[in-house]
T-cell receptor, first 112, second 113 residues
Framework: GENVEQHPSTLSVQEGDSAVIKCTYS??????FPWYKQELGKGPQLIID?????GEKKDQRIAVTLNKTAKHFSLHITETQPEDSAVYFC???????????FGTGTSLTVIP | DAGITQSPRHKVTETGTPVTLRCHQT?????MYWYRQDPGHGLRLIHY???????DKGEVSDGYSVSRSKTEDFLLTLESATSSQTSVYFC????????????FGPGTRLTVL
C-alpha cells in the first residue's frame, strides 16, 4: 500500500513569516493530494488539494506544489497569522479511490 | 462540519463491553467512512460504505464492524472493546465517483478502561 511521510512534525514561525510542510509518497499511481487543517477538538477541514495533472495550485495565502517525479508535495502558507496555528495533515489517494493515506501531521504554531 | 454529526462525542467504557458509534449526514452523499486518529499515526481508515448495505474494510478493520441501513446513517461497532481501541474516531463523507474530496465530522473521543 501507499506510505505517506510528513515533515516536520512541529513547526514554529513568527507571525508574518512563511511556513512550509513537506510530504512524500511511495505509490506512483497516487493522483490526488489533499491538505487538511485540524483545530483542537475539531475534525480535519480541507484547505486545498491538487491533482497529479497540475504542478501548483494557489488559494490566497495557501499554495500546494507537486513534484510527481520525486513523489513529493508541499504546503506553503505565506504571511502567517495566529489563526493559522493548528495541525496540518497531508494525504494521498488514487483513482477517486476510497483509501486515503494520511501523513502523521505537523503542529504549526504562529507566534504573535 | 459539512452536515455531519457524530454521537456520542465522548464515551468512556470498560474492556469487553460493546460500543456503537453513530455518524449521521444530511448531505445525501453516497460514500461514508470511519477513521481512527492516534498520535504518530495520523488518520487510518477502518471501514467504508459505498451505498446502503454496501461496506468494505480499510487498513485497520480488525475488531470493528459497520452497518449502513439508511443513506444518512453509518454505524461503527466495537463488539468487545479493548484498550487498544482508545482513540478519536472520525466519520467522513464523499459525494460520488469522480469527486475525491472527503469531508470530516467533529469526532468521537472513546476511552476504553
Amino acid at each position: 500500500g501507499e506510505n505517506v511521510e510528513q515533515h516536520p512534525s512541529t513547526l514554529s514561525v513568527q507571525e508574518g513569516d512563511s511556513a512550509v510542510i513537506k510530504c512524500t509518497y511511495s505509490d506512483s499511481a497516487s493522483n490526488y493530494f489533499p491538505w487538511y487543517k485540524q483545530e483542537l477538538g475539531k475534525g480535519p477541514q480541507l484547505i486545498i488539494d491538487i491533482r497529479s495533472n497540475v504542478g501548483e495550485k494557489k488559494d490566497q495565502r495557501i499554495a500546494v506544489t507537486l513534484n510527481k517525479t520525486a513523489k513529493h508535495f508541499s504546503l506553503h502558507i505565506t504571511e502567517t497569522q495566529p489563526e493559522d496555528s493548528a495541525v496540518y495533515f497531508c494525504a494521498a489517494s488514487k483513482n477517486s479511490g476510497n483509501q486515503f493515506y494520511f501523513g502523521t501531521g505537523t503542529s504549526l504554531t504562529v507566534i504573535p | 462540519d459539512a452536515g455531519i454529526t457524530q454521537s456520542p462525542r465522548h464515551k468512556v467504557t470498560e474492556t469487553g463491553t460493546p460500543v456503537t458509534l453513530r455518524c449521521h449526514q444530511t448531505e445525501n452523499h453516497r460514500y461514508m467512512y470511519w477513521y481512527r486518529q492516534d498520535p504518530g499515526h495520523g488518520l487510518r481508515l477502518i471501514h467504508y460504505s459505498y451505498g446502503v448495505k454496501d461496506t468494505d474494510k480499510g487498513e485497520v478493520s480488525d475488531g470493528y464492524s459497520v452497518s449502513r441501513s439508511k443513506t444518512e446513517d453509518f454505524l461503527l461497532t466495537l463488539e468487545s472493546a479493548t484498550s487498544s481501541q482508545t482513540s478519536v474516531y472520525f466519520c467522513a463523507i464523499r459525494e460520488a465517483v469522480g469527486t475525491d474530496t472527503q469531508y470530516f465530522g467533529p469526532g468521537t473521543r472513546l476511552t476504553v478502561l
